[in-house]
């Protein structure tokens, strides 16, 4: 599958989840805040250009969508970029919640979300 079929996939899944979970009535479009957006585009500039020591942190208060942000974040960097993402999560719980939202929104793009608990 080619990158915009992926993306154009994500959108639609991502409606879909949006109505499902009523973050918004059916028929409204589903759109990311404008602090999303900023977001995203920062955090790809700064892992395109980083340097192995560098650290990044998203930090915003529960409900501002980091997990859409740093889901869209990881598939720039997977198929745009065409490589791996490799998540470490210190806990079991929060790892199963983002899997769970990775493979919602990754649903028939041929991407796949693995997960590993020690």
Same mark, same amino acid.
């Given at each position: 599958?080619?990158?915009?079929?992926?993306?154009?996939?994500?959108?639609?899944? %991502?409606?879909?989840?949006? @109505?499902?979970?009523?973050?918004?009535?059916? +028929?409204?479009?589903?759109?990311?805040?404008?602090?999303? +957006? $900023?977001?995203? @585009?920062?955090?790809?500039?700064?892992?395109?250009?980083?340097?192995?020591?560098? $650290?990044?942190?998203?930090?915003?208060?529960? +409900?501002?969508?980091?997990?859409?942000?740093?889901? &869209?974040? %990881?598939?720039?960097? %997977?198929?745009?970029?065409? %490589?791996?993402?490799?998540?470490?999560?210190?806990?079991?719980?929060?790892? $199963?919640?983002?899997?769970?939202?990775?493979?919602? &929104?990754? @649903?028939?793009? +041929?991407? @796949?979300?693995?997960?590993?608990?020690?």
């Amino acid at each position: 599958m080619d990158k915009k079929k992926i993306w154009k996939q994500i959108e639609k899944n %991502s409606q879909e989840v949006a @109505e499902r979970n009523e973050l918004v009535v059916k +028929g409204e479009q589903f759109t990311l805040t404008e602090d999303q +957006g $900023r977001a995203i @585009e920062w955090l790809n500039t700064k892992i395109d250009g980083a340097a192995r020591t560098d $650290r990044l942190l998203l930090k915003a208060p529960t +409900g501002a969508g980091k997990t859409e942000v740093f889901l &869209r974040v %990881s598939i720039h960097q %997977s198929v745009d970029k065409n %490589s791996c993402v490799l998540i470490l999560i210190p806990t079991r719980d929060l790892p $199963r919640q983002q899997a769970l939202c990775f493979e919602d &929104r990754l @649903e028939g793009t +041929g991407l @796949e979300v693995a997960q590993m608990h020690g």
